[in-house]
């Protein structure tokens, strides 16, 4: 049972019930199985107003006996009462604070909307997918549209049930159409959702290399991204590097050969593992 602390000083140990009855629902206009219609017009009455009672009026209106299978007649509707679950205060007046702890009547949740999690193959279509999609689209369907727009001329089909026949026909026509890119994509996001360390470090690498590659040969003193390219360079150097001998290595067209074989390496490697099954399960579980 979850918990809360609420600041309860001198609480001793007391059990509060949810006052069934002080909050009615409509069930529709049959009373539902299993249930007892309650012969109490004065209740009816005040209920045709509200379905929120006060505490004075539950002990006028209520009869003795009440659960949550008793239902009572509004007009064309049938109102139930709402459990409202309980209330447990656990503390006592030695204590600074009062654990607090509820439960909530499962008659409380029926009405709820149950989560139902996407169904795949059904991820919405990007906006770029219909603009280019939409002349086949229109030629598809062109004949189609015409031979439903006579017919609603001609009175024999309504014209939102035409609309929507109409739209859902090109939805289907469109996902069809898009279903392989769909599932590619689904693929591709489930396989990037999570990275290695070793993807990490690729990535880091080939965003250092080809940027000390688009930057090129330097004037007065080399960029950042190349100076950290010469740090990861695995060359055993004599003494720290000045900065006129970077600037030398940097403007030589074997600084280029190698950046360019690096940044190649680093992509093939980087593909070898974000398509390797055991680094697929991995990333999965991560």
Same mark, same amino acid.
């Given at each position: 049972?979850?918990?809360?602390?609420?600041?309860?000083?001198?609480?001793?140990?007391?059990?509060?019930?949810?006052?069934?009855? &002080?909050?009615?629902?409509?069930?529709?206009?049959?009373?539902?199985?299993?249930?007892?219609?309650?012969?109490?017009?004065?209740?009816?009455?005040?209920?045709?107003?509200?379905?929120?009672?006060?505490?004075?009026?539950?002990?006028?209106?209520?009869?003795?006996?009440?659960?949550?299978?008793?239902?009572?007649?509004?007009?064309?509707?049938?109102?139930?009462?709402?459990?409202?679950?309980?209330?447990?205060?656990?503390?006592?007046? +030695?204590?600074?604070? &009062?654990?607090?702890?509820?439960?909530?009547?499962?008659?409380?949740?029926?009405?709820?909307?149950?989560?139902?999690?996407?169904?795949?193959?059904?991820? *919405?279509?990007?906006?770029?997918?219909?603009?280019?999609?939409?002349?086949?689209?229109?030629?598809?369907?062109?004949?189609? &549209?015409?031979?439903?727009?006579?017919?609603?001329?001609?009175?024999?089909?309504?014209?939102?049930? &035409?609309?929507?026949?109409? !739209?859902?026909?090109?939805?289907?026509?469109?996902?069809?159409?898009?279903?392989?890119?769909?599932?590619?994509?689904?693929?591709?996001?489930?396989?990037?959702?999570?990275?290695?360390?070793?993807?990490? +470090? !690729?990535?880091?690498?080939?965003?250092?290399?080809?940027?000390?590659?688009?930057?090129?040969?330097?004037?007065?003193?080399?960029?950042?991204?190349?100076?950290?390219?010469?740090?990861?360079?695995?060359?055993?150097?004599?003494?720290?590097?000045?900065?006129?001998?970077? !600037?030398?290595?940097?403007?030589?067209?074997?600084?280029?050969?190698? !950046?360019?074989?690096?940044?190649?390496?680093?992509?093939?490697?980087?593909?070898?593992?974000?398509?390797?099954?055991?680094? *697929?399960?991995?990333?999965?579980?991560?």
């Amino acid at each position: 049972m979850p918990n809360l602390t609420t600041s309860s000083h001198g609480t001793s140990p007391t059990t509060v019930a949810g006052s069934l009855g &002080a909050c009615w629902r409509s069930v529709g206009t049959e009373v539902p199985e299993g249930c007892e219609v309650l012969d109490r017009p004065e209740l009816a009455q005040r209920l045709k107003d509200t379905f929120t009672l006060t505490q004075h009026e539950l002990s006028q209106l209520l009869p003795p006996g009440l659960t949550a299978r008793s239902v009572v007649k509004v007009g064309d509707q049938v109102l139930q009462p709402v459990p409202l679950g309980q209330v447990d205060w656990l503390g006592g007046p +030695q204590h600074d604070h &009062a654990m607090v702890g509820f439960r909530i009547a499962p008659l409380v949740l029926m009405h709820t909307r149950k989560y139902a999690p996407p169904a795949r193959g059904r991820t *919405r279509i990007r906006l770029k997918d219909w603009q280019r999609m939409a002349p086949a689209l229109q030629k598809e369907l062109s004949g189609g &549209a015409e031979a439903v727009g006579k017919e609603v001329q001609a009175g024999t089909v309504d014209v939102g049930t &035409a609309v929507q026949n109409t !739209l859902r026909n090109r939805h289907q026509l469109a996902q069809s159409w898009m279903a392989p890119t769909i599932r590619s994509r689904e693929h591709q996001q489930r396989r990037s959702a999570h990275r290695s360390h070793e993807q990490i +470090q !690729l990535l880091r690498t080939i965003a250092r290399v080809g940027a000390a590659l688009r930057d090129g040969p330097q004037v007065a003193r080399v960029t950042r991204s190349q100076d950290l390219v010469l740090e990861d360079m695995d060359v055993a150097w004599s003494s720290p590097l000045s900065p006129q001998e970077k !600037l030398l290595i940097t403007s030589t067209e074997l600084w280029k050969e190698y !950046l360019t074989a690096s940044l190649k390496m680093c992509k093939t490697e980087l593909e070898k593992q974000t398509n390797r099954p055991d680094s *697929r399960e991995q990333t999965g579980n991560g």
